[in-house]
């Protein structure tokens, strides 16, 4: 999948985000090494907080059917990256993430351009 490729479904896919508060939808495509793709939006909830974003649904949807962190290459997002998904990619190590600025341009990054010096679990 190309990048245009992925963040057109995530552009579509945004359409069935459930985002009745800040109406503010938002999609995302993790596209795994094997050719798997997986979708996700944000949902959100009346007790704010609760709220989970798209890169999250995106790679839960990935956990669930078995998928592990070096599984995912690449992931497209129609929005910048929140801080905390941004730990999220950080951990499922995707070799690419490309998203929408907010100019519109496509921009492509990794995971630790995003999030320089992470946080990691001591060991
Ligand atoms: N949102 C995402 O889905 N991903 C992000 O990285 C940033 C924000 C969602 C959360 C909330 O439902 C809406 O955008 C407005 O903040």
Not at 30 to 41: I, K, Q, S
Not at 68 to 75: Q, T
Request: charged share 25%; proline share 6%; hydrophobic share 40%.
């Amino acid at each position: 999948m190309t990048v245009e490729e992925l963040l057109g479904r995530a552009e579509a896919v945004a359409l069935n985000a459930y985002a009745p508060y800040s109406r503010y939808r938002v999609g995302a495509v993790a596209l795994a090494r094997d050719g798997r793709v997986f979708d996700g939006v944000n949902v959100e909830n009346a007790a704010y907080p609760l709220g989970v974003c798209a890169e999250k649904t995106a790679i839960v949807q990935a956990v669930v059917a078995g998928y592990r962190p070096g599984d995912l290459e690449a992931i497209g997002i129609t929005a910048s990256p929140c801080g905390g998904c941004r730990q999220w990619l950080h951990e499922f190590r995707f070799d690419t993430v490309c998203y929408r600025g907010d100019d519109g341009e496509i921009r492509e990054a990794t995971p630790a351009e995003l999030l320089p010096d992470t946080w990691n679990l001591p060991e």
